[in-house]
């Protein structure tokens, strides 16, 4: 009798060890999964694809790590930037006028402060102090900008790009003017951008789904109704733009370090074009979507600005039409805002459970069926 109790007691439970799901969700698979493609498809490109694909892959890291950054401000809280580029040139300047070689600096560069001049820093160390940089000029500005809502914050940022470019073109000393900066040492590699570029991708991620991000979406959906439930407005949208500005630095170092030499129409509206046609066109508010905006638009632009060059596919011949690439993507651009207003993902994420659900399901129908 005791016998009989005892396994009738633990019944349920070999029962529940049998039904235990199991221990890695589909989500955690498919990011585990992915992450091996991703590591596996950068060792190929760095032992076996061109210069030409190493370069397009770079870019495209360095895009990455430039719109989801900007996703975080523009998407997550409601604050509409166009002046993060100027926080890329930041870091940019900053971090390449601390790894410039003391020799180069003082041909380049010879009105330097003398503590400048004497000093040359490893690559890490000035990127890093270059996002602290960009980080704490965000702050004071965000003092008084983060105040603002609607289309006023948007004028407020392009002001503060335009301050940047009259800084940078005026202060000879240091940036050399409107004249080219060059002789950045190369310090830019396929690993170095794809590190942090999948560094950028999971702290916006993690911070999206943190109780932080809940109160910028809530922000964002509903100032008042936000502020009605005790949320600090100002400290969110200041934590958000202040991230956001870090990892635009740093990703303006690593392309200081792989182009070696620009000047500061290189931190334009044509670039704050370029980023912002892949946030809309990934959508806004998703970090999944901005990856993949980001990747349509970059393979996208490289087809075109190779077919700029002429097509001839013997029956066809078409010549050269050189601009063509920049008045396609205004195009694409004003159709997606026409057509798919919030992106291509909107604000959704991609959800692996989602698909390995109805996978599943799919599957038990067919058996019943």
Known sequence: MGDRIQQAEMAPKVMGLRERKPVLKPNVLAVLLLSVLLIGGLAATDLAASAYVQRVVIGLGISIILVVSLNLSNGFTG?????????????????????????????????????????????????????????????????????????YVSVATLGFLVIVQVVLVNWDQVTRGARTFSGVPPH??????????????????????????????AIRDNEIAAQALGINVMRSRLLAFCISAFFTAVAGSLWAHFIMSFSPKSFYFAQTFSIITMLVVGGMGSVSGSVIGTGFVTLLSELLRNAERGINLGFLQIPPIY?????????????????????LLGERELNFERLWGRLRREEASDRHG
Do not use: C
Request: hydrophobic share 60%; glycine share 10%; no cysteine.
């Open 79 to 151: 604050i509409f930037s166009l002046g993060h580029v100027g926080f890329m040139a930041i870091g940019a300047y900053t971090a390449a006028i601390l790894t410039l070689p003391v020799s180069l600096k003082q041909v380049n560069l010879p009105d330097l402060p003398a503590w400048l001049g004497r000093l040359e820093l490893p690559f890490l160390p000035a990127t890093l102090i270059g996002g602290l940089l960009a980080m704490l000029i965000a702050f004071l500005v965000g003092l008084s900008l983060m105040r603002l809502s609607g289309p």
């Open 188 to 217: 830019t590699t396929l690993w170095w951008v794809w590190g942090w570029a999948g560094l950028t991708v999971y702290v916006i991620w993690r911070l999206a789904r943190s109780a932080y991000g809940r109160q910028m979406m």
């Open 323 to 343: 601009g063509a690439s920049q008045i396609l993507m205004a195009v694409i651009f004003v159709l997606v805002i026409v057509f798919w207003p919030k992106g």
